[in-house]
Structures are given as structure tokens and as C-alpha cells.
């Protein structure tokens, strides 16, 4: 397994194009707006929003060409629990070439996202209000997607029953976490065999202004799903596999 460290303070300052960072300011600003009418984070003050939600949401890109050694023409990303829009909207932004699709239960959220796409002309973002447990029953979005994220939806086991029906085969499951999941991942082990998933890389990486270090868990899913999963909405939280 791969486990490598990238400080974003290193290589977001030098790495960002102009007209990339223009991009993802509006974004900061359009989000502010939409987050006083409707509670979508906790991070309110611009520069917090900028580090905790836009950057946060950046250090898969640093992976994508790796995880993926035959580069495809697009991509095809859900992101689950998608909230406000993290970290869907900032990876839409930054790569034309992910068609990405968000996927909340809450409507008042998707909405609000839905405005946020329209204000910035975001053309490969779609959006869906809907559980988990029965959207990955449509044939339109089973096993449909290269790259499925989730970031502060659920632990990793509940994680992993959410997000892998959506993959496809040898696609990517990528969760956002914290530094200190050590039990949580102990207890993701059943879930992540029963789902056909592997892990096969964590992507530690550093935050500025006192955020922090943080981890993507980076799974493949390397089986089918079975026909059973996810259980119905709720069950995969009450009675994780
Ligand atoms: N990813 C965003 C929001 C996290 S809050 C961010 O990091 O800022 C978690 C979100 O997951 C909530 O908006 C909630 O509505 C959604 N959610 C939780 N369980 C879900 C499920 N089973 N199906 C769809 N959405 C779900």
C-alpha cells in the first residue's frame, strides 16, 4: 500500500494557476452567499471557508493520473452526502474532464448547490436528491462510476456500503478523514471485504493556518457488488457489516 505525505501549503501556492484560483474565489464567494441562507457549514469566516472546504477538497487531483495509469478522455464522479457541494464543486471546477454528479438526501442542499452551479456556468455538474440506499438501485448510476467520494458523510464501514455499489469494476472509492481513524478502520475491515474493496492508498496531506494534517483513504473496488447492497436506507448506519 502506498502512504504518502504532500504538504498542500507546498504545492497549492505553487502549483495553482491564476485563472484556477480566480475560479475557486468565486466559488468561495458564491458558497458564503448561498451558506447564510441555509446552513451548509460551519466555516463562515472567507479564509476558513478557502482552507477547511476549497483546498481540502484538491488533494485527489494529486493522485488521479496514478490511480488511473490509462488515461481515460473523461471521467465519471458521484460525490455522496455531498452537502454544500464539497468536495464536489471545487474538483468540477478544477478539471473539465470529470463529468461529476452530487448526490444528497437533504433537497434545500441540492438546491442550493444547484444555484451555486448555475452562478459559476458549471457545465459538468449534475445533481440528484435522493438516499444512497435506493439511488445505487437505478441501472443509470449502479456500478456507473469511475471515482465515487464522500467526505464527513459516515464511518468507514457505513462508508464503504453507501459508495460501492455506485463503482464501477476497478473503479475508485476516495474518503475524506481525519488523522485519528485507526479504530474506525479496524472495524471497516468486514465491510471492505464484503463489498469487494480494497485499500490501496492513504494520501496523508497538510492544510495551512493551523488545520492541520489530514488523510484520504483511497480504496479500489476489485468485485462485483452483490445484488443485496446497500441494505435499506438506514440499515447500513444501524447495523454496519
Ligand atoms: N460532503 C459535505 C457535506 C457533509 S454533511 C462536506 O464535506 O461539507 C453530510 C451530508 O451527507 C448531509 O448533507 C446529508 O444529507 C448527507 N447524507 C447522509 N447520509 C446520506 C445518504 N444515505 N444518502 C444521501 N445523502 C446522505
Known amino acids: 500500500m502506498m502512504d504518502s505525505l504532500i504538504r498542500t501549503t507546498y504545492y497549492f501556492i505553487h502549483l495553482m494557476d491564476s485563472s484556477l484560483k480566480a475560479r475557486l474565489e468565486q466559488l468561495n464567494e458564491v458558497f458564503l452567499l448561498e451558506n447564510q441562507k441555509l446552513n451548509l457549514s460551519s466555516l463562515r469566516d472567507p479564509k476558513q471557508c478557502w482552507i477547511g472546504n476549497i483546498l481540502d477538497s484538491l488533494p485527489l487531483l494529486h493522485r488521479l493520473d496514478a490511480l488511473f495509469p490509462i488515461k481515460q478522455e473523461s471521467y465519471a464522479l458521484l460525490d455522496i452526502g455531498t452537502g454544500g457541494g464539497f468536495p464536489l464543486l471545487p474538483l468540477a471546477i478544477a478539471r473539465s474532464d ?100 480494497e485499500l490501496v492508498e492513504t494520501h496523508r496531506y497538510e492544510l495551512p493556518e493551523g488545520f492541520g494534517e489530514r488523510q484520504l483513504l483511497i480504496y479500489r473496488k476489485t468485485a462485483p457488488t452483490d445484488r443485496r447492497y446497500p441494505r435499506d436506507v438506514g440499515i447500513p448506519k444501524k447495523e454496519p457489516l
Not at 159 to 177: D, M
Request: charged content about 20%; some cysteine; glycine content about 4%.
Open 98 to 197: 470529470l463529468h461529476c454528479t452530487g448526490l444528497d438526501a437533504t433537497r434545500k442542499k441540492v438546491d442550493a448547490v444547484d444555484r451555486i452551479v448555475s452562478a459559476l456556468a458549471l457545465t459538468n455538474v449534475k445533481l440528484i436528491t435522493g438516499r444512497s440506499e435506493e439511488v445505487a438501485y437505478k441501472p443509470q448510476y449502479r456500478q456507473q462510476f469511475d471515482i465515487v467520494t464522500a467526505r464527513a458523510v459516515a464511518p468507514l464501514n457505513v462508508l464503504l456500503e453507501l459508495c460501492a455499489p455506485f463503482a464501477r469494476l476497478n473503479g475508485i472509492l476516495v474518503f475524506w478523514k481525519s488523522m485519528h481513524i485507526a479504530d474506525e478502520q479496524r472495524a471497516s475491515l468486514s465491510a471492505a471485504k464484503a463489498l469487494g474493496c
